[in-house]
């Protein structure tokens, strides 16, 4: 899912295929003032930026999450979260990295300038009922046993009834919200008892090919490129009938199962509790759970336009997602409708340094893998 486990297929997944760069451009946050790049993860004396990290405090609950979650990943990377906290407290200039025991290795971008991909994920908020009731006739299903060389029933088939009855766990009253909630991989289900919110975390999925619909409605002319968003996407479901937009759904083979948790926080693939803006998910062949990151981040207005501004945060990798490869990051923007609206309006570029500490004369490297790969790792002197 994008939260609990596995993070299935986000909101940058259907934005993904939309990105690249022609003339080099600049409406998206892109930068080119460093020059090309030669490694995936390249070691740089200090990060050529200006401005401090915005997002300390959130940086700091990250890592108390990480602590009490997962000892083992915290033991992993405590002097390098330690020696950053150190650095925020003291101001956190990133002229200052290297007196705090700091290596800054700077991501070479989708196109070796520097500019790195960030879309946005968030955990949404829907309504729903126990049972079928008025308006609220779209089950919402749990993960089915899956027979042995069997595949479970496409998108279509689940829409037309293929599961039986006993898989449901509950029935909202829009489609479009379920789809969106399977996008993001997870989410809150107030059920209009009083209770409290119920998590609904990732519970597997039925095994067949994602394809997004934000491509399908470009290609069909309806949306155009450049304003394609998660915005858009529901704007057009509005304007469509119900048939027209479960057309669009089933155009997307694969489907997302969830598990009901009571009292549960929003966890990524590492197990960990997300803070907002201050985690991320990332390619783990290149960013190994667990990495913290100072990221040169677009600021958008409210119709997700670029300003020409940027801000600094601190973040950490602990989720995934089957459409985060190489240099591209997924930004966790947080619970609800003003995290969704962010979420789904950001396709834009900016610049990443990898933080590790540097104890004693080790030195940090970049191990390549492949073009788009490579692991931090500790060559001894």
């Known amino acids: ?18 990105a690249g760069c022609s003339s080099k451009p600049t409406d998206r946050g892109q930068q080119y003032i460093d020059g090309k790049l030669e ?25 108390g999450q990480i602590r009490s979650a997962s000892p083992g990943l915290y033991n992993n990377q405590n002097s390098t979260y330690g020696a950053i906290e150190s650095w925020l407290l003291a ?4 002229r200052q990295l290297r007196q705090f025991g700091l290596d800054a290795f700077q991501m070479e971008g989708t196109d070796n300038y520097g500019n790195v991909q960030f879309t946005g994920y ?48 509950g029935y909202s009253n829009s489609l479009i919200d ?21 998590f609904f975390g990732y519970g597997g999925k ?26 858009a996407i529901r704007k057009w479901a509005d304007e469509h009938s119900a048939w027209e937009v479960r057309e669009l759904l089933e155009t997307n083979p694969s489907f ?25 998910a990332a390619d783990r062949s290149l960013i190994p759970p667990g990495t913290a990151l100072l990221a040169e981040v ?44 962010t979420a789904g309006f950001f396709n834009h570029y900016g610049r990443v340094w990898v933080l590790r500490s540097a104890p004693g004369t080790g030195l940090f490297t970049s191990n390549q893998n492949g073009n788009n790969g490579a692991m931090l790792t500790r060559v001894s002197q």
């Open 178 to 198: 379920n789809f969106m909630m399977d996008v993001q991989g997870s989410g809150y289900v107030d059920f209009g008892d009083g209770r409290p919110l119920m």
């Open 39 to 63: 490694q995936p993860l390249g070691l740089v004396n200090q990060p050529n930026a200006k401005g401090r990290p915005v997002n300390g405090k959130d940086f700091s609950d990250q890592v």
């Open 256 to 280: 997302v199962f969830f598990k009901p948790e009571t009292f549960a926080p929003v966890r990524g693939a590492s197990a960990v509790p997300l803070v907002a803006k201050a985690s991320v």
């Open 206 to 231: 039925n095994g067949h090919g994602y394809h997004s619909i934000g491509k399908t409605l470009i290609d069909r002319g309806e949306v155009k490129r450049e304003d394609m968003s998660m915005q």
């Open 122 to 169: 968030y955990t949404p908020v829907i309504e729903a009922r126990y049972s079928r009731q008025g308006e609220f006739q779209y089950p919402l299903y749990r993960m089915p046993p899956r027979g042995k060389g069997r595949k479970l029933p496409s998108r279509a088939e689940i829409y037309s009834g293929a599961l039986d009855e006993r898989y449901v766990v």
């Open 1 to 18: 899912m994008k939260g609990c486990w596995a993070k299935y297929a986000i909101t940058g997944t259907l934005l993904a295929l939309l």
């Open 91 to 94: 101001g956190g200039d990133t």
């Open 298 to 341: 677009p600021l958008l207005d409210n119709n997700g336009k670029f300003t020409g501004k940027y801000e600094m945060r601190i973040m950490v990798a602990l989720d995934v997602g089957g459409a985060i490869k190489g240099q591209h990051f997924d930004i966790y923007q947080g619970i609800g409708p003003d995290a969704g609206h």
